[in-house]
């Protein structure tokens, strides 16, 4: 009932050339009516992937919440609208770590990104610390809450939610299809508790950290998995195309 969705995130990795690249030789495989497949992608390479994209989705890697003004560095919702980007990962957790991303200001990028058009990808997950004290539901319903707070309903059918446990990101750790599974349902669980059973049933529900082509078919099996975020996988060709051949 839910369409499938998954999306590499390249982070601070690939210029144009290499992002044209990547378009040509992966774009023609993500051809498929039954769900949906791309990448996020730095800023500078935004123009280029959406020139060569027929079939896969772009995504951009973070927004500013402000329409424009004396924010140094920071690109506009406004900005990506112009370009034709429909997706926007928010809230990452290197975000928050490294860039002073907040539940407050990732709410404030998700209004702004849906009152757009576009797509917020919204990440959330614990830390190892987190997970092995038993606070991941605690820790997901807060990030749920603060990251999506005053956000309608109707709006769930236009948010991807990322459930990426900090622990799994990079390190070649995966969680267990059953964590991963326990997790997303949990994270779908909240949703229904904050806005009702439709927008619960709707909203997309993405598993990320160490996903490969080697785990994603066992993920995409289970029923509150809908997709998943990809860092390391998503920047081969290879290894992209082999996880899109699988799932579609
Ligand atoms: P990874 O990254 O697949 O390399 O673990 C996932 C992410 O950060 O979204």
């Given at each position: 009932m839910r369409d499938i969705i998954i999306v590499g995130n390249w982070k601070m990795n690939k210029n144009n050339a290499e992002t044209k690249a990547f378009f040509e030789e992966v774009d023609g495989v993500a051809k498929t009516d039954k769900g949906l497949y791309g990448v996020g992608v730095p800023f500078t390479d935004l123009r280029t992937a959406l020139d060569n994209a027929e079939n896969l989705i772009v995504a951009a890697e973070n927004c500013h919440f402000e329409d424009s003004g004396a924010f140094t560095g920071e690109v506009s919702v406004p900005m990506l609208e112009e370009l034709g980007v429909k997706y926007c990962i928010i809230g990452h957790s290197e975000r928050r770590q490294m860039f002073g991303d907040t539940d407050e200001t990732v709410n404030k990028k998700a209004k702004k990104l849906l009152d757009a058009g576009i797509t917020p990808i919204l990440c959330i997950g614990e830390t190892e610390a987190e997970y092995d004290a038993g606070k991941t539901k605690d820790v997901i319903t807060a990030q749920l809450n603060g990251s999506l707070k005053d956000i309608p309903a109707e709006a769930y059918e236009n948010i991807v939610i990322a459930y990426e446990p900090i622990w799994a990101i990079g390190t070649g750790k995966s969680a267990s299809v059953e964590i991963a599974e326990d997790c997303c349902k949990l994270v779908r669980d909240v949703v229904r508790d904050m806005v009702g059973d439709e927008a619960a049933d709707k909203v997309r529900i993405q598993y990320g950290g160490s996903v490969k082509p080697g785990n994603i078919v066992e993920y995409m099996?289970?029923?509150?998995?809908?997709g998943a975020l990809i860092?390391?996988?998503?920047?081969?060709p290879d290894s992209f195309i082999e996880i899109i051949e699988k799932t579609k």
């Open positions: 099996a289970q029923e509150d998995i809908d860092g390391g996988a998503s920047l081969k």
